[in-house]
Nanobody, 115 residues
Framework: QIQLVESGGGLVQPGGSLRLSCVASGRILSRNAMAWYRQAPGKERELVALISTGGSTNYADSVKGRFTISRDNAKNTVYLQMNSLKPEDTAVYYC?????????WGQGTQVTVSS
């Protein structure tokens, strides 16, 4: 059974950067598409970025040009580099494995963008 552990969240000023990491155990990530989601208070969870097994990526319009998802299969890790952060990026960020037969989620890491 796969387990996902996120890290890298924190408090950052507008315009700053953070890099989130998601380390998987119990399963090889290279066999699965991976994604990052986020959920702000009072809002539904939304897809932020997705990376396929072949390395193709997709992004929410709100983060295009600012966020980059990547994977290091040797380390069984997925990253989310976040640049030019805005207050509206404040949320809990969740790592997601598009695993079969069911998706798997991490516990989440808080990102707060505030001056």
């Amino acid at each position: 059974q796969i387990q996902l552990v996120e890290s890298g969240g924190g408090l950052v000023q507008p315009g700053g950067s953070l890099r989130l990491s998601c380390v998987a155990s119990g399963r090889i990530l290279s066999r699965n598409a991976m994604a990052w989601y986020r959920q702000a208070p009072g809002k539904e969870r939304e897809l932020v970025a997705l990376i396929s097994t072949g390395g193709s990526t997709n992004y929410a319009d709100s983060v295009k040009g600012r966020f980059t998802i990547s994977r290091d299969n040797a380390k069984n890790t997925v990253y989310l580099q976040m640049n030019s952060l805005k207050p509206e990026d404040t949320a809990v960020y969740y790592c997601n494995c598009r695993c079969y037969p069911s998706w798997t989620w991490g516990q989440g890491t808080q990102v707060t963008v505030s001056s």
